[in-house]
Structures are given as structure tokens and as C-alpha cells.
């Protein structure tokens, strides 16, 4: 399978902000007695195995264990409704970790699939403003740290994460989750956002 996506994503964690996973190549324990993280996901330019995937958005709900590289993750995907069967089995089959590329370093700390929702998903950017609504029970958005004016966003750099060793520090502005039945989410929770580019 030959593939490629490119574009743009952003994440909130139930985590304090700067979130221990991130810096720590996932080995300082979260803030809380669990980690839950949105990755949402909108694919400016994509094509798996010749089907164009162009425009689709998806998102990685991630519940772990305070020390996440101890694997035993429980993992849901959403989605982009407006998939087409053909382009949904592909984007599937990329993040299942079964077409190699970044998805697939996560799959050795996977315990549980959730399973996989195809819903609405709106995701939008304005500025240093991230936003997702995925159906009706999440509702996040974030906004990229300044911390003294006229200067760029605070970035963490050198990382061990599968959307970018760069990210941009983004704390939430909103955050309302209910994933996979678990409700979850506030306000000043940590977040990052960063362009992606993944292949396999």
C-alpha cells in the first residue's frame, strides 16, 4: 500500500498545560489518574492506494494509563461522514496502523479498539484558533500560546509524537467531550497543534 497525507491537526489532552506525554517521550505520568486525548485531523492533500482523500477530516481518541509508553491504550477513530465506503476502508486501514508510517508506532501500546464512528466532523482554523465539532458530543477548540506580543506561538521541538517532532503550544479554549462514553474535558486543558505529513 502506497499513501500519503498532508495537512493540519491539533490535540487536546485532559492533562495540565504543557501535558508531561509530550516532553517526556510519553514517560512522565499525566496530570490526572488518566490520559485523554482528541487528535483531530483535516487532510489538505491525500491519496491511499490511488483513492483521493482529499479534504476529509478524522480524529484518534486516545484513554491510557498515567504512563503511556506502559501501553494498554484504549483507542476510538472517527470518522469523516462525508467518506465515501472506499475512502473510509483506506483512511481505516492508515490508522489502524496496518500501512506502516507514524500511525503505526502507535499500535505496540494499543490494548483495546473502541471502535470507529463515522460522523460529521467540522474542522476549522482562524489565525492561531483550532476548532472541532464532531457530531454532537464534542465540541473543542484551541488557541496557539503567545507569550509575550508581537512573538511567534511557544513550540515544543524535538518530540516523540506521530503528527510532528515540532508542535505549538495550544491550551484549550473550550474543551466538551463525550468519547466512547466516557464525558471529559475543561477549559485551560493542555493542548498543541501542527501541520502533518505522513507516508508509508
Known amino acids: 500500500m502506497a499513501w500519503q497525507l498532508k495537512g493540519t491537526y491539533f490535540e487536546s489532552c485532559s492533562c495540565d498545560a504543557v501535558c508531561p506525554c509530550t516532553w517526556s517521550a510519553l514517560t512522565a505520568k499525566a496530570t ?5 486525548a482528541l487528535l483531530a485531523y483535516h ?25 503511556m509508553s506502559q501501553g494498554d491504550w484504549r483507542v476510538g477513530v472517527y470518522l469523516d461522514g462525508t467518506a465515501t465506503d472506499s475512502q473510509a476502508e483506506q483512511l481505516g486501514a492508515v490508522l489502524s496502523g496496518q500501512a506502516g508510517g507514524p500511525p503505526a508506532m502507535l499500535a505496540p501500546l494499543i490494548g483495546e479498539m473502541l471502535g470507529v464512528e463515522k ?3 467540522t474542522y476549522s482554523e482562524d489565525g492561531r484558533g483550532h476548532h472541532v465539532r464532531i457530531g454532537d458530543d464534542i465540541d473543542v477548540g484551541v488557541e496557539d500560546f503567545v507569550a509575550l506580543e508581537g512573538q511567534d506561538p511557544v513550540r515544543l521541538t524535538n518530540v516523540f509524537h506521530p503528527s510532528n517532532t515540532t508542535l ?7 474543551a466538551h467531550l463525550s468519547t466512547f462514553g466516557i464525558d471529559w474535558g475543561r477549559e485551560g486543558q493542555s493542548g498543541f497543534s501542527a501541520p502533518f505529513s505522513w507516508s508509508g
Open 32 to 36: 490526572l489518574d488518566r490520559c485523554r
Open 43 to 67: 487532510v489538505e492533500s491525500g491519496e491511499i492506494n490511488d483513492i483521493d482523500v482529499s479534504g476529509l477530516n478524522f480524529a484518534l481518541f486516545l484513554d491510557t494509563p498515567p504512563v
Open 119 to 121: 460522523t460529521q466532523i
Open 168 to 174: 505549538t503550544v495550544a491550551p484549550a479554549n473550550a
